[in-house]
C-alpha cells in the first residue's frame, strides 16, 4: 500500500453480536462495534456468519477527495464491496485487498457533521473512570 493514497487510521471496528453499534476512544484510536441489524447479507453478516465475532472487521482511514482517491487507487488491488453516499455530501467504501477477506479497509469523505460526532464522542469518552459505560451525547 502506498502511504500517499490513505488517510490516517481513524478506527478500528469489530463486528459483535449483542448491541446495535457503540463508539469509544482509546487514547487517539476510534473504537466501533457494530452488528447487523437484519438477516439481508452485509459485510457485516458476512464476516459474523464466518465465525468472526469480536475481531478486527475494518480499519477507517479518510480522504479529502473521494473522485481523486479512487482515481489513485489500483483496481486490480481492490475490490470494493460496499459504497455509501453520506447526505448531503461524503461518500464511504469499503475495499477488500486483493488476495485477502479481512479486515477491509473503509475509506471515509466524511461531512463536518461526522467529524464533530467524532469530537464529542471522543470529549465523552475524556477522564471515563469505567462507570456508567452508556453515555448520551
Same mark, same amino acid.
Given at each position: &500500500?502506498?502511504?500517499?493514497?490513505?488517510?490516517?487510521?481513524?478506527?478500528? =471496528?469489530? =463486528? $459483535?453480536?449483542? &448491541?446495535?453499534? =457503540?463508539?469509544?476512544?482509546?487514547?487517539?484510536?476510534?473504537?466501533?462495534? $457494530?452488528?447487523?441489524?437484519?438477516?439481508?447479507?452485509?459485510?457485516?453478516?458476512?464476516?459474523?456468519?464466518?465465525?468472526?465475532?469480536?475481531?478486527?472487521?475494518? &480499519?477507517?482511514?479518510? $480522504?479529502?477527495? &473521494?473522485?481523486?482517491?479512487?482515481?489513485?487507487?489500483? =483496481?486490480?488491488?481492490?475490490?470494493?464491496?460496499?459504497?455509501?453516499?453520506?447526505?448531503?455530501?461524503?461518500?464511504?467504501?469499503?475495499?477488500?485487498?486483493?488476495?485477502?477477506?479481512?479486515?477491509?479497509?473503509? $475509506?471515509?469523505?466524511?461531512?463536518?457533521?461526522?467529524?464533530?460526532?467524532?469530537?464529542?464522542?471522543?470529549?465523552?469518552?475524556?477522564?471515563?473512570?469505567?462507570?456508567?459505560?452508556?453515555?448520551?451525547?
Amino acid at each position: &500500500m502506498h502511504a500517499s493514497i490513505f488517510g490516517p487510521v481513524i478506527q478500528h =471496528a469489530f =463486528a $459483535v453480536r449483542d &448491541m446495535n453499534a =457503540a463508539l469509544a476512544y482509546w487514547g487517539e484510536n476510534q473504537i466501533e462495534l $457494530v452488528t447487523p441489524t437484519s438477516d439481508k447479507p452485509s459485510i457485516y453478516k458476512e464476516f459474523l456468519d464466518e465465525g468472526h465475532e469480536g475481531l478486527l472487521h475494518h &480499519m477507517c482511514v479518510t $480522504v479529502e477527495n &473521494m473522485d481523486e482517491f479512487r482515481l489513485s487507487i489500483d =483496481a486490480s488491488k481492490f475490490e470494493t464491496l460496499a459504497e455509501l453516499a453520506l447526505e448531503p455530501e461524503g461518500h464511504v467504501l469499503y475495499l477488500r485487498g486483493a488476495g485477502q477477506r479481512w479486515p477491509l479497509i473503509e $475509506v471515509g469523505e466524511f461531512p463536518p457533521a461526522i467529524f464533530e460526532l467524532f469530537k464529542r464522542v471522543k470529549s465523552a469518552s475524556e477522564g471515563w473512570d469505567g462507570r456508567d459505560p452508556i453515555r448520551t451525547i
